[in-house]
Every structure is written in C-alpha cells, then in structure tokens.
C-alpha cells in the first residue's frame, strides 16, 4: 500500500486523471477502472484548464490526528470541466467562496513514522493575484 501510495504520488502533483475510452468520460484521481462505467480502457489525461471552486463544505467534525486542522474545507473544483473533490488550504471558512479561482499545492499530510515516509496530497488554495502574479 505503500509504495502504491508512492508510484501515485507524481500523478497526484501532476494532477493526472483518467479519460475512459468507453464512455469518454474524466475524472480524477487516475484509476485504471473507469469510475463511471467499469471499463478499463483508460488511458491517462493532464488535467489542465484553469481550476474554480464549484461549492465546498466546512466540516468540523474531524478525525483526532486531523484535529489540529480542524476545521476542514472540502471543495468541489471544476479544472477545465472535471469535477474534483479535494481540501482547500490556506483559506479560512470566512474567506472561501463559490466561484473563486483556484491552484493546486502538493502538501505533506501524514508522515509514517516507522518508515519515515511522507505522505502528499493535492490541495487547492486561492490563486494569488489572478494572472501568476506568484505568492508566498
Ligand atoms: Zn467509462
């Protein structure tokens, strides 16, 4: 499970999904099963486009080891057409909003401490400046 984790872990920053050949449809993260349809004929497709927060959820009740994040915005983002759930970071519940623009940012979520391996994830925080005016 590991080291699965860890051959993903390009396609997660990369922000790679899946186009199913069968049913033509998107989606996100890559699996080699389509989600919709079963098929597994997929091939891998670049999410690209720019990314937007669609709705989000603030949620509260969070596991103990996540505590220290709570609370947590999960948002639905559109990249380009393909509808993505993911965390939003670096915004607080009273910040976020539909409609606003988005980019995604690798980040450390858990670190196994017997094997020292790090975790990474995808997470979207507010585009800066609008047109790559860079950040932090
Ligand atoms: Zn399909």
Redesign the pocket.
Known sequence: MITRHWRRRHNLYKLVGSR?R??G?VFYPYSQR?I??G?REVEQARLEGDARLVSYSIVYSVSDEAKYEAPVILGMVDIGGVKVIAELTDVSPGEVEAGMSLEPVLRRVTVNGESGLIYYAVKFRPRLGGSGSGGD
């Open positions: 199913c069968s049913c449809r389509c919709y349809c098929s």
